[in-house]
C-alpha cells in the first residue's frame, strides 16, 4: 500500500513538473508590460519577453487578443511568436508614434540588387544567424506604418518579416496586411516551410532569395502592385548562392484591389502597377539571379487576374531542372508564360551569363488571356534556352488584335530588365519563340476569342522543335507558324502545317 502511494506522489510531482514546465515555455507579453490597446508602443515590452525566455532555452511568445503597436521585434533563436485569435501586431508610423526602427545595417554588395533585399534590420519583425524559430497563430500583422519603396532614411522601416542566414523556420497559419516592400524576405535561409497564409499587401508578398529546402503550400495571396512569390538569388550575401530545392504547392496568387481580397469585395478597378504595367500578383523566377535556381516543383496553383508565369535568369545564375504542373490561369494580364535568359548582368565583374534549360510545364489552362501579348520564350544570341517541354495546354486568348500587330519586330534587349512589358506588342497570339535548342510541346491547343489576323506561333532561331497534336485557330489565309532561321522542325497529327511561313532559311537537318 505504501509503495502504491509513492507511486501516486511520484506521478503527481512529475506531472506537476510537466505542466510547469510547459507554462514557463510560454511567455505572455501582457506580463512583460505590453498594452496592447493601438496606441502604447509595445515593442520593447514584446523584446523584453523574448530575452527572457532566451534566458531559459527558449519558447513561446503569446500575443493574446489586442493591438500591438510595434517597431522592430528582435528574432532569437529557439522563440516561436504566436498571434492568437483578435491579437495583431501593426507596425508604427516614425513620424506618428515618436520611435523608430532598427537601422539598416551596412552592406557593401548593395550594389548588385535593389536597396530593400541589401538590409533586414530596418523591419517590423527581423532575426539574423538563428535557428528553430516560427511565427503562427490566426492572428494578423499589419504593416501600416511600413514604407512600401525602398528607404535609406535611418528610422523608416520597409518590411514586415526579415530573416537573414537562418535555418529550421516556419511561419504558419498567419494573416498579412499592407506590408510595405515585402510581407516576407527570407535571405540564406534553410529548412523553410511556410504553410497556409493570407496576404493581401502594397507590394511583394514573399521572395525567397538564395534559400534552400523551402516549402511555401497552402497559401492565398493578393498583391497588386508587385509579385505574389517570387524566387530570387541575389548577391546580397556577399557571394551567389543559388535557390534550390523548392516546393509550391495548392497556392493561389491574384492582382485584385490592395485590400479587396481579406474584406471580400474582390475588387478589380486597378487596372496598372507602379511599374506602368498591367497589376501584377504573379508566380516568378527573378529578377536578382546571381546564384540562380534548381530543383523547383510548382503544382496545383491558380492565377486570377493578374500577370502569368515568369521564370527568368538575367544576372548569371543557371535555372535548370524546374516541373511545373496543375495551373489554371484567369484573366492574365500579360504573357502567360515568360521564359527569359537575358545578360543584364547586374552583378560582379567577370560573372559569365547563366543557362535556362530542362524545363517541364504541363496540365495548364488559361483563359481570357490579354490580346496585346503572347507566350514568349526568349534566349539572346549565343545563349539558348533549352530542353523545354509544354504538355496538355489549354490557352483561350482574347485575339482581335489589329493587322499592323502582325508587322512588329520584337527587340531583343539582351541587357535591359526582364519583363514581357518591355518587349511590346507581340506578332503572334499563342507563343514567340526565339534562341532556343530544343522545344517540345505536346497536346497543345490555342485558341482567340475574336478573330486575330497574326498567327499562333512564331519562331526565330530555333533549332530542334517537335509539335505533337497542337491544335489552333486561325483566320483566313494566315499561317499557324511562322519559321525563321528554324532548323529541325517536326510536326505529328499538327492542323494547317502546310500553311507554315518560312521567312528566310530552308529547314534543314543538323
Known amino acids: 500500500m505504501i509503495n502504491r502511494l509513492k507511486k501516486y506522489l511520484v506521478l503527481i510531482f512529475i506531472t506537476v513538473l510537466t505542466v510547469c514546465a510547459v507554462e514557463a515555455a510560454v511567455y505572455n507579453v501582457k506580463d512583460y508590460g505590453a498594452a496592447g490597446d493601438g ?16 534566458k531559459y532555452g527558449g519558447g513561446t511568445i503569446h500575443f493574446p487578443a489586442g493591438t500591438y503597436l510595434c517597431f522592430s521585434i528582435r528574432l532569437k533563436s529557439n522563440i516561436g511568436l504566436y498571434l492568437d485569435h483578435g491579437a495583431v501586431i501593426l507596425a508604427a508610423n516614425p513620424a506618428e ?46 504593416g501600416k506604418g511600413l514604407r512600401r519603396w525602398d528607404t535609406e532614411k535611418e528610422g523608416e522601416g520597409n518590411k514586415a518579416i526579415a530573416l537573414k542566414n537562418c535555418r529550421n523556420v516556419v511561419i504558419r497559419d498567419i494573416t498579412m496586411l499592407t506590408c510595405g516592400h515585402f510581407a516576407i524576405l527570407p535571405t540564406g535561409v534553410d529548412n523553410f516551410t511556410i504553410d497556409n497564409l493570407r496576404i493581401d499587401t502594397n507590394r511583394d508578398a514573399i521572395n525567397i532569395d538564395c534559400c534552400k529546402n523551402v516549402t511555401i503550400s497552402n497559401c492565398m495571396i ?104 496543375n ?93 514581357p512589358m518591355y518587349f511590346g506588342k507581340i506578332p503572334a497570339y499563342g507563343f514567340f519563340i526565339r534562341h532556343v535548342d530544343g522545344i517540345e510541346l505536346n497536346n497543345v491547343e490555342i485558341r482567340f476569342m475574336d478573330e486575330d489576323p497574326r498567327p499562333a506561333f512564331i519562331l526565330d532561331n530555333v533549332k530542334n522543335a517537335d509539335f ?43
Request: proline share 5%; aromatic share 8%; charged share 20%.
Open 39 to 54: 496606441k502604447t508602443v509595445d515593442s520593447p515590452a514584446i523584446n523584453n519577453a523574448i530575452d527572457s525566455a532566451v
Open 97 to 142: 508614434h515618436g520611435g523608430m526602427y532598427d537601422v539598416a545595417e551596412p552592406n557593401e554588395w548593395n550594389m548588385y540588387q535593389d536597396h530593400g533585399h541589401s538590409h533586414w534590420h530596418n523591419s517590423l519583425i527581423w532575426g539574423e544567424g538563428l535557428e528553430n524559430i516560427s511565427i503562427s497563430g490566426p492572428g494578423m500583422i499589419y
Open 222 to 325: 493578393n498583391s497588386p502592385n508587385d509579385d505574389a512569390i517570387v524566387l530570387k538569388s541575389s548577391y546580397a550575401l556577399g557571394y551567389a548562392r543559388v535557390t534550390e530545392n523548392v516546393m509550391i504547392t495548392n497556392c493561389m496568387v491574384t492582382g485584385y484591389n490592395e485590400g479587396s481580397f481579406l474584406n471580400g469585395t474582390y475588387k478589380k478597378t486597378q487596372k496598372k502597377a507602379p511599374d506602368g504595367g498591367p497589376v501584377t500578383g504573379r508566380i516568378k523566377f527573378g529578377t536578382e539571379s546571381n546564384g540562380g535556381f534548381k530543383n523547383i516543383t510548382i503544382t496545383n496553383c491558380t492565377f486570377d487576374h493578374c500577370r502569368g508565369l515568369a521564370l527568368e535568369t538575367v544576372d548569371g545564375g543557371i535555372l535548370e531542372d524546374i516541373a511545373i504542373s
Open 327 to 419: 495551373l489554371t490561369m484567369n484573366d492574365i494580364t500579360n504573357a502567360p508564360f515568360f521564359l527569359r535568359l537575358g545578360r543584364r548582368m547586374r552583378a560582379p565583374e567577370g560573372m559569365e551569363i547563366g543557362s535556362m534549360k530542362r524545363i517541364s510545364i504541363s496540365n495548364v489552362i488559361v483563359n481570357n488571356a490579354n490580346p496585346e501579348d503572347a507566350s514568349l520564350i526568349l534566349g539572346i544570341p549565343g545563349y539558348p534556352v533549352e530542353d523545354v517541354k509544354l504538355s496538355n495546354i489549354l490557352i483561350l486568348a482574347k485575339g482581335g488584335a489589329p493587322k499592323e500587330y502582325g508587322e512588329i519586330e520584337v527587340p531583343e534587349l539582351e541587357d535591359g530588365y526582364p519583363d
Open 468 to 510: 505533337n497534336n497542337v491544335k489552333t485557330t486561325k483566320k483566313k489565309d494566315v499561317p499557324t507558324f511562322v519559321l525563321k532561321n528554324v532548323y529541325n522542325f517536326n510536326t505529328n497529327r499538327c492542323e494547317a502545317v502546310p500553311d507554315s511561313k518560312v521567312k528566310t532559311a530552308e529547314l534543314k537537318k543538323l
